[in-house]
């Protein structure tokens, strides 16, 4: 599901006129890193972000990831959503056929 939804996020930024996009991860998860570069997405490199805060500026080391994003559902996004509407119309009505009908454009 993380899949769809990080896919969904990514074809609203293209319909907004986003063409790189990029995302912070922590550099300790290496689960989302993973997640991250199996989706396409590519590791720029170690950034500091500096957050405002009540106690002042909080520097925060996290991995820079950027993406060309395209208008448009990718061909492989398009077979997952008539899959689940395959499921949905064979009567399947659990929590994740649910959830999915709400990725649909």
Request: overall charge positive; some cysteine; proline content about 4%.
């Amino acid at each position: 599901m993380a899949g769809l939804r990080l896919a969904d996020a990514e074809h609203r930024l293209a319909d907004e006129g986003v063409r790189t996009a990029w995302l912070a991860c922590a550099p300790g998860n290496a689960r989302a890193v993973a997640f991250y570069k199996k989706a396409g997405w590519v590791p720029i490199g170690e950034v500091i972000e500096a957050l405002d805060t009540a106690e002042g500026v909080f520097e925060l080391p996290v991995i820079r990831f950027e993406k060309q994003v395209s208008s448009g559902y990718g061909t492989a996004f398009q077979a997952v959503l008539v899959g689940v509407a395959s499921l949905v119309s064979k009567g399947i009505r659990g929590g994740w056929a649910r959830q999915a009908k709400g990725l649909w454009p």
